[in-house]
């Protein structure tokens, strides 16, 4: 059983959706070899990165930048999952009011010194909330779920 750990800063309705979404998704009951772990960035520690084959980030566009919740997240995580995690498959969401182009380019380069590897480019719903980002978000982790427990990343 592989574990797909959801890291993801949900302050909103709007974000608790997405979250919950993605989770959904991830959870789909014909992807049976993949547990799935949702906790906010303030629950999730090294450990759980750590125990985990793939990680799906997620945030709200703050000031152009990633929540700080995630930045502490990483803060706390960095150098203890650094030398081990090498190599693990992320990718990552962001809820933007604005274009969400500051908070990409912030966890990618957070990314890039974990050494990390990105499955797909981030997905970044802007502007205006739609109802239609919900049943991306889910899509979004059934995609991933899927190709984790397909060995394809």
């Known amino acids: 059983m592989k574990t797909l750990l959801i890291v993801a800063h949900a302050p909103s309705p709007n974000t ?52 700080g919740a995630l930045k502490d997240f990483f803060d706390r995580i960095y150098y203890p999952v650094l030398e081990q995690k090498q190599g693990m498959p992320c990718a990552l969401w962001v809820r933007a009011g604005h274009d969400g182009t500051g908070t990409c380019r912030a966890v990618q380069t957070i990314v890039t010194g974990l050494r990390w590897s990105w499955v797909q480019p981030p997905v970044v719903w802007r502007g205006t909330w739609q109802d239609s980002f919900v049943a991306d978000a889910e899509t979004l982790g059934m995609t991933l779920a899927a190709g984790l427990e397909s060995g394809i990343f």
Do not use: C, K, W
């Not at 979250?19 to 759980?48: K, M, N, T, Y």
């Not at 945030?59 to 152009?64: H, I, K, R, Y």
């Open 16 to 67: 608790l959706a997405l979250r919950d979404a993605v989770a959904r998704g991830a959870g789909h009951p014909d992807i049976a070899g993949v547990s799935v772990r949702v906790l906010s960035p303030f629950e999730a520690g090294a450990q759980d990165v750590l125990a985990a084959d793939a990680i799906l980030l997620g945030t709200t566009e703050n000031l152009g930048y990633m929540s």
